[in-house]
T-cell receptor, first 113, second 117 residues
Framework: DTAVSQTPKYLVTQMGNDKSIKCEQNLGHDTMYWYKQDSKKFLKIMFSYNNKELIINETVPNRFSPKSPDKAHLNLHINSLELGDSAVYFC????????????FGSGTQLSVL | AQTVTQSQPEMSVQEAETVTLSCTYD???????LFWYKQPPSRQMILVIR??????QNATENRFSVNFQKAAKSFSLKISDSQLGDAAMYFCAYRSRRIYNTDKLIFGTGTRLQVFP
């Protein structure tokens, strides 16, 4: 019954590897997002998709590639992982309307060694 | 570009007491939304309260209320009758009302609230 589910919850990997984080929402929302929370707890948007179309790309390195196969899914693939990529990554979804709250997944803690 | 500032990295309160968390923001827009999110140690982001800028009345949700001062661009959160479960990081966030600019929340840096018994 989880509204926004992302997997895995924890991801530990070596520098240089490629990894993916999956996200699915069952709320019927048309907009999905990826946020990054750094070690100081600062949350910043990375991407947003509306009806599978990329709307926002906040100057994220090309090594990060979001993919939205359908409205209910937004996956994040990261190539050539670097130490600085270590963070918690949150998926979220909402209706496009501005006052609609975002529903967040429980986050994926990525640790790059 | 819009910015959100939370000037209190940490706050503490005694159980059953009242605490106010500060938030200021900068925008040239007249219509927008403001939110407070709570992030407990479980990492889950939980919406606490939201305010539409065009509404003068301050939003309230049970023990949580806001003091929205549009001219001063201030949006503080008041927690009454604090409970141990209120201990968490609290984030203030801004969202534009313009189409497709609504697609992101801009967060402040957060305030860590400790609640003492």
């Amino acid at each position: 019954d989880t509204a926004v589910s992302q997997t895995p919850k924890y991801l530990v990997t070596q520098m240089g590897n490629d990894k993916s984080i999956k996200c699915e929402q069952n709320l019927g929302h048309d907009t999905m997002y990826w946020y990054k929370q750094d070690s100081k707890k600062f949350l910043k948007i990375m991407f947003s998709y509306n009806n599978k179309e990329l709307i926002i790309n906040e100057t994220v390195p090309n090594r990060f590639s979001p993919k939205s196969p359908d409205k209910a899914h937004l996956n994040l693939h990261i190539n050539s992982l670097e130490l600085g990529d270590s963070a918690v990554y949150f998926c979220a979804s909402s209706h496009t309307s501005g006052n609609e709250k975002l529903f967040f997944g429980s986050g994926t803690q990525l640790s790059v060694l | 570009a819009q910015t959100v500032t939370q000037s209190q990295p940490e706050m503490s309160v005694q159980e059953a007491e009242t605490v106010t968390l500060s938030c200021t923001y900068d925008t040239s827009e007249s219509d927008y939304y403001l939110f407070w999110y709570k992030q407990p140690p479980s990492r889950q982001m939980i919406l606490v309260i939201r305010q539409e800028a065009y509404k003068q009345q301050n939003a309230t949700e049970n023990r949580f209320s806001v003091n929205f001062q549009k001219a001063a661009k201030s949006f503080s959160l008041k927690i009454s009758d604090s409970q141990l479960g209120d201990a968490a990081m609290y984030f203030c966030a801004y969202r534009s009302r313009r189409i497709y600019n609504t697609d992101k929340l801009i967060f402040g840096t957060g305030t860590r609230l400790q609640v003492f018994p």
